[in-house]
């Protein structure tokens, strides 16, 4: 697919992107300004305003890691790990502060990534037991808990020679890391796997997973590290690569962003990344190569467009229409 760039001089340095109604919400990746996040008008192609003020205070932020859609359409929601603190904000207003902020619910198990269920509870990836997910609400409470990190592993060929019952569920978890993302109606969660090939498709009602092993069914190269007593794996610069980037869910299908290049070489003209698109059974559906390296994206299903945030030289805003 030949991709349409924009040129909004506010982007700088684009980490994901939201799509709310006609609206691209385009958040940075770390930095020590403001404009934490930009708000763009897909049908007029306009740019509107940019929102957050770093800090620490009331109503500010330091970073954005992901950034989610709450049921009223004027407004989002934000997470920063640094202060461990989700905010509010209206789209709508001229603000540039949170209009509501509450620190992210203490828990027994420590929380990756995560995406909401509703405007209160969520779906968590934890990393420090066998459990696989954690469903819970943003005062604490544990909904439910599912899914079993040893699934990943059993049976399978491991790097170096190594042995099922060699490797901690610390361990395990970590090489599973990736991005994890709820559908608009809240049926579906998606997690698909940032260094090894795999994605899980979760059935909210009954919590039952499919999961999806490729385009490589093998588990890339790690060394089992140390880290505070608890094993952590470590994955050779020379030969390690990148492979699901990002994770969109949408109503009918998922689209996933494949890479299949190391990190330092994801913003480079050649072996550019592909979406693919599966239905909720996991039966394939498309692939769509790009022309552009992308960082992260978000698709218009109405309108059958996906929008993507890139990593070349000149990063920002592209549409690709499918």
């Known amino acids: ?113 995560a995406a909401f269920t509703s405007d209160t509870s969520f779906i968590a990836h934890v990393v420090d037991g066998w459990t696989k997910y954690l469903h819970l609400t943003i005062s604490g409470d544990t909904l439910s808990t599912f899914g079993n990190w040893k699934n990943m592993i059993k049976g399978r060929e491991l790097p170096n020679g190594y042995k099922e019952e060699e490797l901690d569920a610390n361990l395990v978890s970590n090489v599973f890391q990736g991005p994890l993302r709820v559908n608009n109606s809240r049926t579906y969660a998606v997690k698909a796997g940032l260094k090894v090939d795999y994605i899980d498709i979760v059935r909210l009602s009954d919590q039952s997973i499919t999961t999806i092993i490729g385009p ?35 109503e009918n299908s998922l689209f ?15 072996n550019l990344n592909r979406i693919f698109e599966f239905d909720y059974s996991g039966k394939p559906l498309a692939q769509y190569q790009l022309d552009f390296p992308l960082f992260g994206f978000a698709v218009d299903e109405r309108n059958r467009r996906i929008y993507g945030v890139t990593t070349d030289e000149q990063p920002n805003l592209v549409r690709f229409d499918y």
């Open 216 to 250: 490589e069914s093998t588990i890339q190269d790690f060394r089992i590290g140390n880290s505070g007593g608890y094993q952590m794996p470590t994955f050779p610069l020379e030969t390690s690569t990148t492979r699901y980037r990002d994770v969109f869910a949408g």
């Open 256 to 270: 996933v962003l494949f890479s299949g290049k190391s990190y330092t070489a994801i913003s480079e003209m050649t």
């Open 1 to 113: 697919m030949k991709g349409h760039k924009y040129s909004f001089p506010k982007i700088l340095n684009p980490r994901g992107i939201t799509i709310i109604g006609s609206k691209a919400v385009v958040f940075e990746r770390k930095n020590t300004s403001d404009d934490k996040f930009h708000i763009i008008d897909l049908q007029e192609e306009a740019y509107l305003r940019s929102k957050g003020i770093d800090g620490m205070g009331p109503g500010e932020i330091t970073v954005i890691t992901q950034l989610e859609a709450l049921q009223d359409p004027r407004k989002i929601l934000t997470y920063d790990p640094e202060l461990n603190v989700f905010s509010v904000f209206d789209l709508s207003d001229s603000s540039r502060l949170a209009e509501r902020q509450f620190r992210a619910p203490a828990t027994a198990f420590f929380i990756t990534d």
